[in-house]
Nanobody, 123 residues
């Protein structure tokens, strides 16, 4: 069983930065792909970023490319999402997900997810 706990969300002004963390329990962390998704009020969940189990491959949504960076530390069982140049439209509940298979852009391709951490960007 894999459990995920997100942290690092908060309130930030437009143009600011936040770093989200996702602590993963279980001995299989180094073999699972990881992803971040987000959901704003009244909107559908959307893919944000993903990283392969080794960290050698990453993928980003066009809306965050160049501003967000996903990374992982397999020794700490943690995945990160560094978010820079934040915009009000980045306001959402951010979820961390894990997949035994390869990473992807569909929520349904993942096997586990956390409760989410709120990010609010003020204008």
């Amino acid at each position: 069983q894999v459990q995920l706990v997100e942290s690092g969300g908060g309130l930030v002004q437009a143009g600011g930065s936040l770093r989200l963390s996702c602590a993963v329990s279980g001995r299989t962390f180094s073999s699972v792909a990881m992803g971040w998704f987000r959901q704003a009020p009244g909107k559908e969940r959307e893919f944000v970023a993903a990283i392969s189990w080794s960290g050698s491959h990453t993928d980003y949504a066009d809306s965050v490319k160049g501003r967000f960076t996903i990374s992982r530390d397999n020794a700490k069982n943690t995945v990160y999402l560094q978010m820079n140049s934040l915009k009000p439209e980045d306001t959402a509940l951010y979820y961390c997900l894990a997949a035994h298979g390869s990473y992807g852009r569909s929520w349904f391709g993942y096997d586990y997810w956390g409760q989410g951490t709120q990010v609010t960007v003020s204008s």
